[in-house]
């Protein structure tokens, strides 16, 4: 065991994952407020491209989604909403994407979120052998190969990358 997986911290997104047998790697790193995926592909010495943001959107019902896209690229929101056959989609505030997650806004992952949402990724997260997403904490990342997100999430895959 490394150093850092016997410092890593449990999370609910570790408890999932554990839970549905991904394998993953820890990776703590001294989190940034506002320092977004470039602060952690810099301390984790990855392309930034390999860093996976976890993103929180709603659309014009307020019914909230998941949107996980490359730490260097930005999300259509408008191709978005088209192609998963909404009439808008917006990045939630801050607060209302906290309780539906139930992590804190740069500490948000994918896995082990307080309610279920559907997760929408880009499709070429695929081509990466090893990504790097949040693992439920601000300053905490986890290795995973993106082919167990389609396993364990079931995500619709998109083209919204800009």
Request: with cysteine; net charge positive.
């Amino acid at each position: 065991m490394s150093r850092n997986e016997i410092h890593a911290p449990e999370t609910p997104a570790t408890r999932f994952l554990r839970q549905h047998g991904v394998a993953y790697s820890s990776h703590p790193y001294a989190y940034e407020e506002h320092g977004g995926t470039a602060v952690s592909a810099r301390e984790l010495n990855v392309a930034e491209h390999a860093v996976i943001k976890t993103l929180i959107m709603e659309d014009e019902d307020a019914a909230p989604l998941i949107v996980l896209m490359h730490g260097d690229h930005k999300v259509s929101t408008k191709e978005l909403a088209r192609q998963a056959g909404r009439k808008r989609i917006e990045p939630c505030r801050p607060e209302v994407a906290n309780r539906h997650t139930g992590f804190l806004v740069g500490g948000t992952s994918p896995f082990g979120t307080r309610k279920k949402m559907p997760v929408f990724m880009e499709r070429t997260i695929l081509e990466i052998p090893l990504i790097y997403i949040n693992g439920g904490r601000r300053g905490y990342l986890v290795g995973i190969h993106p082919h167990d997100i389609l396993r364990v999430l079931q995500p619709r895959l998109v083209d919204v990358a800009l």
